[in-house]
């Protein structure tokens, strides 16, 4: 199947750090990618650390979002918090409000939102969580753009609130039978081996869908690719692959614009 477009997004997980400690290579990955998520404190960043990305990608001319998350830096934003819809929703506008402030200090903007760990595998099944964070965006700012799991409650919810879903699909994430991601918990839910993500990468955008750890494809929009930041080989993962996509006709380019 030849895909509808030739152009596609690589976006990938930054500003993860917090205080003196680093996550990642930052500096790197914002030359091959272009789109970047950025921390929004919760999870992980802090003030200084958000401000410094948002300036190096307006150099770098990469477009960066709001990584919204659980208050949980103690677990990476990687447990799930008992809090309401209400407070979900409240949250993620308290953090889209300091990317957006700590974007605009630093001479960029802020065009897109995407949830990050546990908030973002809970709103790929409840519709309730995905409603409250598209409610947040469209509440905000409705011309920001919803970086959204594809086939997930998300995609549904950001439609339902009016916004722009952008259908994100994982390189180094597997997925199950049922289009969800493998839990991170199951053995070979995270891919690590960069030839083969990037194989599988390829064979999604050239037959329009998810391919499943069975082999099966569910058919989906795909607007951007994501390479998660925090891995040891974040950044030789990021850059073959985007010279993979280079290879095979694609023009890598922000969905949102820089």
Same mark, same amino acid.
């Given at each position: 199947?030849?895909?509808? !477009? ?5 976006? &990938? ?21 272009? !789109? ?29 979002? *709001? ?17 309401? &819809? ?19 200090? !630093? ?42 799991? &594809? ?47 990037? &194989? ?57 614009? *820089?």
């Amino acid at each position: 199947m030849t895909p509808v !477009s030739r152009a596609i997004d690589l976006n &990938a997980d930054l500003g993860e750090g917090f205080g003196h400690w680093r996550m990642g290579d930052d500096d790197a990955m914002l030359d091959i990618v272009t !789109s970047a998520n950025v921390a929004c404190g919760f999870h992980a960043g802090d003030p200084d650390i958000m401000a410094t990305t948002f300036a190096r990608a307006k150099e770098k001319r990469v477009a960066v979002g *709001a990584h919204v998350a659980f208050p949980d830096l103690a677990g990476f934003g990687r447990r799930a918090l008992p809090m309401n &819809a209400r407070e979900i929703e409240r949250a993620v506008a308290y953090q889209l409000g300091a990317a957006q402030a700590l974007a605009v200090l !630093s001479g960029h903007r802020i065009t897109h939102v995407k949830a990050h760990g546990a908030l973002a595998n809970i709103a790929e099944r409840d519709a309730d969580v995905a409603n409250a964070i598209a409610r947040a965006v469209g509440g905000v700012d409705s011309s920001l753009a919803l970086l959204a799991i &594809a086939l997930s409650e998300q995609t549904r919810a950001g439609e339902r609130a009016g916004l722009r879903v952008v259908n994100e699909i994982f390189a180094d994430r597997a997925y199950m039978d049922d289009g969800r991601l493998q839990p991170r918990s199951q053995e070979g839910a995270i891919i690590e081996d960069i030839e083969r993500a990037c &194989a599988r990468v390829g064979d999604m955008l050239a037959n329009g869908g998810l391919r499943t750890v069975s082999g099966k494809l569910l058919p989906t929009a795909i607007d951007s690719i994501c390479v998660h930041g925090d891995a040891p080989l974040a950044v030789e993962m990021a850059r073959r692959l985007r010279g993979s996509l280079e290879r095979e006709g694609w023009k890598l380019r922000a969905f949102a614009g *820089a």
